[in-house]
């Protein structure tokens, strides 16, 4: 049976993800470091990077919240609403970024949300231990992501950098958590469609 009041506060969360600015109880990674000088050039390439990594973790937050609806166990449902508060983290550290580089978000946040919200609850409705490898093999491509970020980033912006490794720790214990809880290991077929599906956005989100 479905908990309403759930719906309603994943409903809230959504519309604060798209149109609130993002809250951390963290200090944004790197916050001490200076902001040392890019060229037009690096500095265009770093925050269409962050706009990347922004889109992915509306992404995330919709992926987490879709899972959560549908998951059946309460201890579950509490860790996927976890990852789900830590990537409102990210999304904030992410914003600050794109700031501080004279960026912009993705204007395809909105569809990005509502589809990662679907397959979120697909993924639910599976039952418990598909919807934790779901979340497993998500955040392990979301780790390699941001290794290739990493490589990516200009050498001089050491504050981007210190928000992708501290994102890379988090996903990194999320994927731990869902493979401690019981995730399986999801059929090659579906990891190589999400591999495809992450492929699509973060290149359109590099430039839309």
């Known amino acids: 049976m479905l908990d ?9 969360q ?10 951390t109880l963290r200090g944004v990674p790197g916050d001490e470091l200076p902001e040392h000088p890019l060229s037009e050039e690096e500095r265009h390439l770093a925050g269409a ?3 990347v990594n922004h889109a992915g973790e509306v992404c995330a937050q919709a992926l987490y919240q879709g899972q959560a609806m ?12 976890q990852a789900a508060w830590e990537e409102t983290e990210h999304l904030a550290w992410c914003e600050r970024r794109i700031e501080a580089l004279g960026g912009r978000k993705s204007a395809l946040n909105p569809l990005w949300y509502g589809a990662s ?7 639910g409705a599976l039952g418990d231990k598909w919807n934790l490898g779901f979340l497993a093999e998500t955040e392990r491509q979301v780790e390699r992501h941001l290794d ?11 504050k981007s950098q210190a928000v992708l490794q501290q994102m890379r720790l988090d996903e990194r214990g999320h994927a ?3 493979r401690s809880l019981g995730g ?3 059929p090659l077929p579906v990891k190589l469609v999400m591999k495809l599906t992450s492929k699509v956005m973060t290149k359109t989100a590099f430039w839309v």
Do not use: C, N, S
């Open 4 to 12: 309403l009041d759930r719906i309603i506060m994943h409903f809230d």
């Open 14 to 23: 959504g519309l604060r993800t798209l149109f609130a600015p993002a809250r």
């Open 49 to 51: 990077l962050m706009r």
């Open 70 to 81: 549908t998951a059946r166990e309460p201890r579950i449902q509490t860790a996927l609403e």
């Open 117 to 123: 919200l679907a397959v979120g609850a697909a993924a």
């Open 148 to 158: 290739r970020h990493l490589a990516r980033l200009p050498r001089e912006d050491a």
């Open 176 to 178: 731990d958590t869902a």
């Open 184 to 186: 399986a290991d999801l």
